[in-house]
């Protein structure tokens, strides 16, 4: 595993790999490496002959008054991390400071409209367009064939794949599940930001998507649809009953659209946001999706 933080370091790298016939994978990552980024290096290692894990906290993807200060930077833990995962490790970390990516000002940013006005983008109005431009720096950076993102970041991955059907853009996008700490919290780079009874209140997102599956189960069970309304007030009034979360958001939305799931819908993601101590934390289930039910079942308990 080698380390670059220029973007020419790392087109050399890639483009010797492409010259051999290798088919190259990214995993573009903001650092503070978890058991979930890990899992993410691990599919696309499935995927890729040459695998790049990019590590940049992307200033313009945080609002004022956000916490990009405040963001754990780790790079040295991080590259340990990796290294762990011995056959499994990336062959590239690519490291850029700010300068790199941003030289100069930029006046060209990239739009994915209406699919950032909802869920997160309500509340983080700026947010998506600094992701959308930083991924498509990357994407034109690595030029990889595949790149893996978390579905934790739903919302994010929906509207990259969007961007990337909409700018033909030669990269196909896969999602990776979400990874659980062992109480059913969803793992984060923003965990590390809670303590005490912060994080005991941190399990009530995941309680409460546990809460919409076994309305959608108990609806089916007696042979109904699951409603929309259903999965909403199954999931609010679990998490509302704790005290140390303030709900931004529960939604349940069409998973492909992120627009009001249609009459006859099969699939819902049932989204919520809350914040809890200093951090403000998402997750989310795509009720209809059986593995992904299961995969939260599993993971989490409704004490
Ligand atoms: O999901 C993240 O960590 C970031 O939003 C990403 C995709 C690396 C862009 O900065």
Redesign the pocket.
């Known amino acids: 595993m080698e380390r670059t933080t220029t973007i020419a370091g790392v087109r050399v790298r890639v483009a010797e790999a492409r010259s051999a016939g290798a088919r190259i994978g990214l995993v ?3 650092g503070a490496l978890h058991a979930g980024h890990l899992s993410l290096v691990e599919r696309c290692r499935d995927l890729a002959d040459l695998v790049v894990v ?1 590590i ?1 906290v ?1 200033p313009t ?1 945080f609002g004022p008054g956000e916490d990009l200060d405040a963001y754990p930077r780790d790079l040295e833990g991080d590259e340990a991390a990796l290294r762990a995962l011995g056959p499994a490790a990336p062959d590239v970390v690519f490291a850029p400071a700010v300068d790199e990516v941003y030289p100069r000002d930029p006046v060209t940013t990239v739009s994915v409209r209406g699919l950032d006005q909802v869920l997160c983008g309500v509340s983080r109005p700026t947010h998506f367009d600094g ?1 959308t431009t ?2 498509t720096k990357l994407l034109n950076i690595v030029q990889p064939d595949v790149a893996v ?2 579905r934790k ?1 739903f919302q ?1 991955l929906t509207i990259l794949r969007r961007m990337v059907a909409d700018l033909d853009v030669p990269v196909e996008l896969v999602g990776g599940p979400i990874v659980r700490e062992p109480d059913g919290v969803a793992m984060s780079s923003r965990n590390r930001y809670l303590e005490g009874v912060d994080r005991t209140a941190a399990r009530a997102l995941s309680r409460a998507l546990r809460a919409a599956v076994a309305a959608a189960r108990a609806a089916r069970a007696a042979g109904e649809v699951p409603s929309s309304g259903v999965l909403r007030d199954a999931a609010t009034v679990r998490l509302r009953a704790e005290p140390g979360a303030r709900i931004d958001y529960v939604e349940v939305l069409d998973p492909d659209t992120l627009a009001p799931p249609p009459d006859g819908a099969d699939r819902w993601l049932v989204a919520v946001a809350a914040f809890v101590g200093p951090a403000r934390l998402i997750d989310n289930v795509v009720v209809g999706e059986r593995a992904d039910e299961d995969a939260l079942l599993a993971a989490t308990d409704d004490r």
Do not use: E, I, K, L
Request: no cysteine.
């Open positions: 573009p990552t903001m990019s940049f992307n993807q992701v930083v991924v993102f978390g970041d994010q």
